[in-house]
């Protein structure tokens, strides 16, 4: 990264951290504030409103959107299961990304290189995105998830935490998937949260479900609307409510070899 940040346009109204770093030709607008120890890669564009919170580090020709706040650290009540997280490294954003509106993403999380990240998404804390993915607008992922590269996951997707999605995967409008296979109500015993596993190419449609610790394999596709209650073997296509074996992915979908 360069940080001479000469020719920076940084509005008045806006709050520089100490120690923090700023790129050359990087703009910031109207009441934004860039925490200490912040490191902006030059020729990165940051909106309005937008907070950037202490030690993230966001790369070169970067845009982020009005109201987004990068680097925000989780929350935690005395009521949940699961062990706050310690010692969050800090939020990294890759070279050429975008960042829309009012998104959030949270310390801990590291994004790849030419990712796009809509507007109303939320990443949490220990999730990692590969390069040239597509968050869509308001997907959630949730804590401890591995996002592959060249991925597509479409406007509000529900990523469970403890999820694994692998390079080339695609997840339609509306699909949700879990990690519990109690709902909540296993009592005496400590919980063991699991999510879904994506592999390689694997597709699922408009709107469909995938329950706990559900596996498809490459080139698997669950089909919309379906409910996903057992693993889907490699290149085949599930459909219904449980859904079942339908066909074999047709090879003109199938993925270069």
């Known amino acids: 990264m360069d940080f ?29 504030i860039i925490g200490s120890n912040v490191k902006i890669g030059r020729n ?15 790369g070169e020709n970067v845009r982020i959107d009005d109201h987004t706040d990068i680097g925000k650290l989780p929350m935690r009540v005395a009521t949940s299961v699961l062990a706050a997280a310690p010692n969050l490294p800090p939020c990294d954003v890759g070279d050429n990304c975008v960042i ?11 994004i790849g290189n030419a990712c796009l990240i809509a507007d109303l998404s939320s990443i949490r804390e220990n999730v990692s995105v590969g390069n040239n993915t ?4 308001g997907v959630s992922i949730e804590n401890n998830c591995i996002i592959g590269s060249f991925c597509k996951l479409e406007t509000n997707v529900y990523i469970t ?25 296993l009592k005496g015993k400590e919980y063991v949260f699991k999510g879904v596993t994506i592999k390689h190419g694997g597709r699922i449609g408009a709107q469909a479900t995938i329950l706990p610790e559900i596996t498809i394999q490459e080139e698997g596709f ?22 079942k074996y339908m066909k074999c992915v047709p090879e003109d979908q199938l993925l270069e070899k």
């Open 222 to 243: 669950a089909a919309a609307g379906s409910i996903v209650t057992k693993d889907i073997p490699r290149g085949i296509v599930h459909c219904g409510n449980p859904a």
């Open 134 to 137: 597509i968050i869509g607008r």
């Open 100 to 110: 829309g509106t009012s998104a959030i993403l949270y310390r801990g999380c590291n």
């Open 44 to 58: 990165t564009k940051i909106g309005n409103h937008v907070v950037i919170h202490d030690d993230s580090i966001i």
């Open 161 to 185: 935490a403890y999820s694994t999605l692998e390079d080339d995967v695609f997840v339609a409008p509306g699909v949700v998937t879990s990690n519990d296979r109690f709902a909540a109500r």
């Open 4 to 32: 001479n940040n000469t020719h920076s346009s940084i509005h008045p109204t806006s709050i520089i951290g100490e120690s923090s770093k700023i790129g050359a030709e990087v703009s910031i607008g109207c009441y934004s």
